[in-house]
């Protein structure tokens, strides 16, 4: 990508801005791309599918079991020294239900990064067509170091990743929050270089794209069929132009903007923030609109929420259920609701609720007849939770393993509160929220192989590329972006709220279920409706 500067220090002061820039580098650099990868040279087996055990189907009792196989295989850890050691993908099958009309596998990524997929072929009918579900066997699996995936661990016990984690708070605002913060992700960085061992420096998704090459070998496929949802969008994009002669159909939905993200990482997380303020402003216009649907729409909403979050910046609000409600989880549960508009109802009856505890005197509580919400205080990070020393640690760092390889970070911990300032000043809800997320990677010790273009490279069928106007996660400009970087694609625009969109529009999966069965691309320029609106 060639960078015009550093946006994301767009309202720095010259002083500032300079200071930074000549005290800081970029971390990651991408190796030039040959025309064509290949993993054929490796001698690969098919892959061993088994009875999956009884836990995968503990919340899907009446699955039929019968019609689901695990398995796991080994892949290298390294692909340029496949000989150095190797990693276990796990994986799960739902079986086509037409045998006879059967095409071949379908792999599948909810996101992430460190987004477990195993589990998605137990739900496929949530999401896919019954073309789709009766011509493809559904392959999920967790990429590399994601849990069942040889996780990538940086804390030995859970008393250690909690020493970590309870000061990486989602809006560090003190000063004092803000030193921990950006103390515990050096710390953060410097477990991980201590306990994660060879994998830390392989957790690109150049190499989570080579996997799935090797797994479409292994279960008997010529050419990849693939549907990523979020950061699967760019394991889709990276493979369809790692190997484009190897794609037969890629769906990719709630888009990176694959350029930005693997050019510049914080510029990419700045729009980030401008996308869940875009659809913060499209909830509180709605909320108005719907009038008493919308339990935070009496008075002006817009003022009421600002007002809210002003007021947490200085101390908690305690609220109907007792609980205080702090800023960070304030604009953590907030962001999260953006994700899907069927959260914007019980989200506005807490909202209300929070301001009818700031202001109790002088409002009307449209919730007054709801009960006491916890909606934005019910989420509880895992860090959180009380350990003693020799808890084994089970979770993974799949997240930053990705993330600090894949995208350009400052290498300077100290730049990012200056960054965190000016981001609150253009983003008031999210700036700082968004500015926190990276810093273990401004001392993250490992890794450099990441694909970083190009990104135009011809595929046989063109990449169906789908983004909803006001999604807050990946903005709707990221799939625009995707489509045009491509080399054939065709965007599906839908007219929604919420982080993708497949399973929850007819319109947009009856095109993907005749694109992924029959190879017919949408025409150019379609855009679909929701099956709901919000507050509908």
């Known amino acids: 990508m060639a960078r015009q500067g550093f946006p994301w220090l767009r309202g720095a002061g010259a002083v500032t801005a300079v200071a930074v820039l000549a005290a800081t580098a970029l971390t990651g650099t991408g190796a030039a791309a040959p025309e064509q990868e290949s993993t054929e040279r490796l001698a690969l087996e098919s892959v061993k599918w088994a009875p999956c055990p009884d836990a995968v189907f503990v919340n899907d009792p009446q699955a039929d079991r019968s019609r689901f196989g695990c398995a796991t295989y080994k892949v290298p850890i390294d692909y340029r020294k496949p000989s150095t050691g190797s990693v276990e993908i796990a994986l799960l099958r739902r079986l086509a239900d037409d045998p006879a009309r059967r095409i ?60 970590v ?12 929050e803000v030193r921990d913060a950006v103390q515990a992700g050096k710390d953060h960085s410097a477990a991980c270089a201590k306990n994660a061992g060879p ?16 797994l479409r070998q292994a279960v008997g496929d010529a050419k ?20 484009p002669s190897k794609t037969r159909a890629i769906v990719i939905d709630g888009n990176v903007d694959p350029e930005l993200r693997t050019g510049d990482g914080l510029e990419s997380d700045r729009q980030r923030a401008e996308g869940f303020e875009l659809a913060l402003d499209g909830f509180l216009k709605r909320c108005t609109a719907a009038g008493p649907k919308c339990a935070f729409s009496e008075g002006d909403t817009r003022k009421k929420f600002d007002e809210l979050r002003t007021r947490l910046q200085r101390e908690p609000i305690t609220l109907p259920t007792g609980a205080k409600l702090t800023l960070s989880a304030f604009t953590s549960n907030v962001s999260t609701a953006m994700y899907a508009a069927d959260r914007f109802a019980p989200l506005a009856v807490a909202l209300q609720q929070a301001y009818t505890a700031m202001n109790p005197a002088d409002t009307l509580d449209r919730g007054r007849t709801e009960a006491p919400s916890d909606f934005l205080t019910k989420q509880t990070p895992p860090h959180s939770l009380d350990a003693l020393a020799d808890t084994p640690y089970t979770g993974d760092d799949s997240f930053y393993g990705v993330n600090c390889i894949d995208k350009p970070y ?11 300032k000016i981001w609150e000043r253009q983003f008031p809800t999210f700036g700082r929220f968004q500015a926190f997320d990276a810093v273990p990677c401004a001392t993250w010790p490992g890794g450099s192989d990441r694909y970083a273009g190009p990104w135009h490279k011809k595929t ?74 919000p507050f509908a």
């Open 104 to 163: 071949g596998s379908m792999f599948i990524n909810p996101g992430g990064p460190g987004g477990s997929g195993y589990l998605g072929p137990i739900r496929a009918d949530r999401r896919y067509g019954a073309e789709v579900l009766k011509r493809f066997d559904i392959v999920g699996f967790d990429p590399r170091g994601v849990a069942r995936s040889s996780p990538l661990r940086c804390f030995t016990t859970a008393e250690e990743a909690n020493a």
């Open 165 to 176: 984690g309870d000061r990486q708070i989602a809006v560090p605002f003190t000063q004092q």
């Open 199 to 214: 994998l830390l420096r392989h957790m690109s998704t150049k190499n989570v794209a080579r996997d799935l090459d090797v």
């Open 224 to 243: 990849l069929t693939f549907v990523g949802f979020s950061y699967g969008t760019l394991i889709g994009s990276t493979y369809a132009n790692m190997f």
């Open 410 to 420: 400052l290498r300077l911990p100290a730049a990012y509160p200056v960054i965190a």
């Open 460 to 533: 046989e069928h063109p990449i169906v590329v789908i983004g909803n106007y006001y999604d807050p996660a990946t903005p709707y400009a990221f799939s625009q972006r995707m489509a045009k970087q491509l080399g054939s694609a065709r965007l599906v625009s839908v007219d929604s709220f919420g982080h993708a969109i497949l399973g929850r529009s007819k319109c947009v999966d009856d095109l993907t279920t005749a694109y992924l069965a029959e190879l017919k691309a949408p025409a150019h320029g379609i855009v679909c409706q929701p099956n709901a609106q």
